[in-house]
């Protein structure tokens, strides 16, 4: 159940901020903003996933079937940047009017039971630094969001996604295969004229496009965890 965040009635909340499967992050892709694709694409791959209007949303890739993170260790989690989608849970953006608020996901799984976590308030009502931090975040989350139509419309407009399988041999001789996600066709972004190529990148897009052709180096990096992980005795 989504909350407006207040210091009354969730004077006393913690959230654990660790990483693992048992706060929800088995899940094998999150949402991306071009604002974060630099960072993402030393460790995830960069592809978008279409949505139900004839559009597209950029995610990365933690693993290679529903439910399963592949950055998931006994540890904790295994890349040096996570992403904002990650990084903000339990909490979200509410927009009223021009005003942006703090939501809460009280049934998330990182909404702490006792004296675990962080707190969110302090003990007389004001913010701590944990929440000034998610505050941040989803302030950067909202406006990379913001940037994604953009960036996607000319994608579409220069017909530069294209729909991918990734196969994925296993040891014993058997194949799996990722299906449902697109990326850049690197064929087509060669032959653009200079013109349209000044203009992707006058709009800022043309660094985000190669970020996220880079990333794509990581799907056999995600294969190569994923074997390790189901065929350890291979590895």
């Known amino acids: 159940m989504l909350e407006l965040l207040n210091n009354i009635s969730h004077k ?49 890739l933690f693993g290679l079937e529903n439910g399963e993170n592949l950055f998931l260790t006994d540890q904790g989690w295994d890349a040096d940047y996570l992403p904002l989608s990650m990084r903000r849970l339990p909490f979200s953006i509410g927009i009223s009017g021009e005003e942006m608020r703090i939501m809460v996901e009280m049934e998330s799984k990182r909404i702490s039971k006792g004296p675990d976590g962080e707190a969110v308030f302090l003990p007389h009502g004001g913010n701590t630094e944990y929440i000034e931090e998610v505050n941040s975040i989803l302030s950067a989350l909202h406006e990379g969001l913001e940037q994604v139509p953009d960036f996607i419309q000319s994608l579409q407009a220069n017909d530069l996604l294209e729909s991918f399988v990734l196969d994925v041999e296993r040891p014993d001789g058997s194949h799996g295969q990722l299906l449902g996600f697109f990326m850049i066709n690197e064929d087509k972004l060669a032959a653009l004229s200079p013109e349209t190529v000044g203009l992707l990148h006058e709009a800022g897009h043309l660094e985000n496009i190669y970020m996220a052709i880079a990333s794509l180096a990581n799907l056999n990096k995600l294969i190569r965890r994923k074997l390790a992980r189901d065929y350890p005795a291979n590895a």
């Open 12 to 60: 006393d909340l913690r959230v654990i901020t660790r990483r693992g499967a048992q706060w929800g992050d088995d899940i094998m892709s999150a949402p991306a903003t071009p604002y974060e694709f630099r960072s993402l694409q030393g460790f995830y791959p960069i592809v978008f996933q279409p949505d139900d209007k004839g559009s597209f949303l950029p995610v990365v």
